[in-house]
């Protein structure tokens, strides 16, 4: 198989890689496979196909990714569910991690709840939404004053 047909390939394999996960993680290696189908019309040798296409890979990702970055995932939309992390919940059901119960009430909703400590917290407490974790709301105890 002659270069430019590989990389060709290469190219191709990239592209769909780029296509499927829309997240600029093969971009840069396509760009780098361009360069070196290139050299390889041209008549250079492997290794200078080579080192060309890890110098343009490299290079493209260490100048754009940072600067691009920001425009992956920003169509990202928040659930309902993102939206109570931060909010005040009341608990519902006594929460102890070790016996795996616990239940909080947050704008409505009813969320099974773990304390991010490991710390029992009972029922008619205060805590605050830290994270959620599959289907589980992990609360803080808000300090009584």
Not at 53 to 75: D, E, M, Q, T
Not at 104 to 116: D, M
């Amino acid at each position: 198989m002659s270069m430019i047909v590989l990389w060709i390939l290469v190219a191709v394999v990239f592209l769909v890689v780029e296509l499927i996960t829309v997240g600029m993680v093969s971009i840069w290696f396509l760009a780098g496979a361009l360069a070196a189908l290139i050299l390889a019309a041209l008549g250079a040798a492997v290794w200078l196909q080579i080192t060309v296409f890890l110098v343009v890979s490299g290079v493209l990702f260490a100048l754009l990714y940072p600067r691009l970055k920001h425009l992956v995932g920003r169509n990202r939309q928040a659930t309902n569910a993102d939206m109570v992390l931060g909010e005040t919940c009341v608990v519902t059901r006594r929460i102890d991690n070790l016996a795996e119960t616990g239940a909080v009430s947050v704008g409505g909703k009813v969320w099974s709840a773990r304390t991010l400590n490991g710390e029992t917290v009972e029922e008619g407490e205060l805590v605050r939404a830290a994270e959620i974790r599959g289907v589980k709301l992990y609360v803080s105890p808000i300090p009584k004053t």
